[in-house]
């Protein structure tokens, strides 16, 4: 029996390991797991170039809790070690078998085989929960089996083993305070997380399995059950296969097996396979998305050669594409030693790009092949393209060719066709383009009505973050183009013509209207401003300055606005109709009292419009109106 110490450069690397390895110590199944999981595909590839002649079968890697003797054990059937191999793989740390297997084979199709080892220290994880490590192995070749134990300090025993199958086992004596690792739920729990789509088949316990019956089998006879092992993971998972191999129903069933706790289907897919300049895999789902925002509970999952990492995406996927869901896979992806933070590399940008342009593609060709399709889902998806056209310079771009505005008509146009449908008649007269828009169809109805009475268009525009993209679309146009929303301004005002309307009152008894208004209206949240406007149209309206209110909107939504001016008041302009016959009868009321009462009045209905009469304004106004009605 050999004795010795373990080639460390620090005194002691297991308090190291405790404290700072891992911050998560439930990390140690996924590493061992790992570990097997190389040892498996190291011998199906020696196999598979002939170096070794052997039958490995169908390798498994199997789980086992032995709770009377407070031990888990990991047991694969690789390739094995000899002596000198634990000696050299296990007791020089930072050592990594799998780098150097790969150096070995580089020349052939060993980089194929998914193997995952980048980490030397990963083995050493096993003692952030047991007190004793022990290893168990036999060698492919043909040697001696060997026995490693270690009880968390640099000092280790090695001898010859008793093991006779091929393979390794380890079996972690487990610490009394972390007893967790015993149980079976919590287990089966970190398998599915972490392990889920691992290469090799994972065996966890056994579970009972229905025959079907025979088929001249009488309707009461109890179909026959026999034992099965329990295979907790998918070895095959649908991105690990070409597209060309699997239908929609296939995308939609892997789906479910991504988030079992979701009942709608995705509304569409984008398969990812890349292997040049980097190597990349996935599939990336669209969901159904609402004007929410808020971060979604299920998120992308991160693997790297089958393995699970992180649901934290960030950085490798584009913010404005978090919002989706499915699976990236790369073994390209630079991990910290605790695979579970993106450390800052030049290939994480190339990926993060590639996954844009992929997606935007995809956009343009599922808006290409079937436009009445991609419109009627465009409600669902809306927030992710805008946001990404916000976001990504590359993919506002793109966007262009797919990137729908809708009418609150429900009819639907890309920029350049809305332009080309409106520039004659939304044309103001300093040769500007005036894209009108609503923010909420029922508080704007009115507004929206006088607009297209005129022959205007008006889109419906209700994402959260309209206002900065309309911004965008501004200065991308180069301030030809000018967005107003159409509640910020009378009809006639919102595009101006070179004709005026003349105002039927003298300029004497407009400043007296102007007058009788002030006297009644707040003046801290109302400026009024007379206007020659048809006679048909209403006698007194509300607005809100465009520039004021999208400042404001941008600053509560975040970025953008002018500093400050989320925080003001409410402003808003009572536009005052001087063509209107109910002016001219407020103008000749003899009474002050009836003056006031109709100019109350009038400004109650326009606020109603606007839904902006509340609580004892609301009251009185609904008191008033009966008394006038009387």
Known sequence: MATGNINVSVENIFPLIKKFLYSDHEIFLRELISNATDATLKMNHLVRIGEAKIDVGQPKIEVKIDKDNQTLHIIDEGVGMTKEEVEKYINEVAFSGAEEFLEKYKDSDAKDTGIIGHFGLGFYSAFMVANKVEIKTKSWKDQPAAHWTCEGTTQFTLEEGDKTERGTEIILHINDDEKEFLEEYRINELLVKYNKFMPVPIKFGTKEKELPKAEDA????????????????????????????????????????????????????????????????????????????????????????????????????????????????????????????????????????????????KLKSLFNDNREDFEKKWNDIKVVIEYGMLSEDKFFEKAQKFALYPTTNNTYHTFEELKNEITELQTDKDGKLVVLYASNKDQQHSYIKRAEAKGYKVLLLDSPIVSHLIQKLEQENEQKVSFVRVDSDHVENLIKKESEQVSKLSDEEKETVKTSFETVVPKEKYTVQLEALDSDTAPVMITQPEFMRRMKEMQQTGGGGMFGMGNMPEMYNLVVNTNNPLISKILKAKEDAKRETLIKQSLDLALLSQNLLKGEELTNFVERSFKLIK
Do not use: C
């Open 218 to 361: 009488k309707e009461d006879e109890e179909p026959k059950k026999v034992t099965v092992d329990n295979i907790i993971n998918n070895p095959d998972p649908a991105w690990t296969k070409q597209p060309t191999e699997l239908e929609e129903k296939d995308y939609n069933s892997f789906y479910r097996e991504l988030y079992p706790t979701q009942f709608e289907e995705p509304l569409f897919h984008i398969h990812l396979n890349v292997d040049y300049p980097f190597n990349l895999t996935g599939i990336l789902y669209f969901p159904k998305l609402t004007n929410d925002l808020s971060i979604q509970k299920d998120k992308i999952q991160l693997y790297q050669n089958q393995v699970f990492v992180t649901d934290n995406v960030e950085g490798i996927v584009p913010e404005f594409l978090t919002m989706l869901k499915g699976v990236i896979d790369s073994p390209d992806i630079p991990l910290n030693v605790s695979r579970s933070y993106l450390q800052a590399d030049s290939a994480v940008k190339k990926i993060s790009s590639y996954i844009t342009r992929k997606v935007a593609d």
